[in-house]
């Protein structure tokens, strides 16, 4: 009886732990020269996706990264920084909003938002984005017009 007890427990773990990792989606951004939407794009701009899933971020051009804006993730959130020209993957490990830039083509507003579960600090992040858009030389409202895109 005690054996067949703890089969069913270890058998219950098992499969809750398998539960959690089943339904972690994959998600893919490309980082491009250029698309419909301007010069110096993440394609998709802004991506929802839960906790726990992943997002590998793809340079189909050269040139380019992507890594986490200080201070523009949710507090306590995982960062990354992905070497020039390569995929990165991100565990996104925190809910919230988070602003992704390209760091050699920042100041061309080569950003993007992930969405993880609520968007529960998205007033912060739009209050420290106008900030971090004054770097920008041109597209200066890109990040405003992502931003605002959130429901």
């Not at 491009?32 to 929802?48: D, K, R, S, W």
């Not at 050269?62 to 990354?80: Q, R, W």
């Amino acid at each position: 009886m005690k054996k067949k007890f703890l089969g069913g427990v270890l058998v219950a773990c098992l499969a809750a732990s398998l539960s959690t990792t089943a339904f972690a989606a994959e998600h893919t951004v490309l980082m491009l020269n250029g698309n419909a939407t301007g010069v110096m794009v993440f394609e998709p701009a802004l991506i929802n996706v839960e906790v726990g899933d992943t997002v590998t971020f793809v340079a189909k051009d050269m040139g380019h990264n992507a890594e986490t804006v200080s201070g523009l993730a949710p507090d306590g959130a995982a960062s990354f920084k992905g070497e020039l020209s390569k995929p990165v993957t991100f565990t996104v490990d925190k809910e919230g909003v988070y602003v992704v830039q390209c760091n050699p083509h920042s100041i061309m507003a080569m950003v993007g938002v992930i969405v993880a579960g609520a968007p529960t600090n998205l007033a912060d992040i739009q209050a420290k984005a106008a900030t971090y858009s004054e770097k920008f030389v041109m597209n200066k409202e890109r990040l405003s017009q992502i931003l605002a895109q959130i429901k």
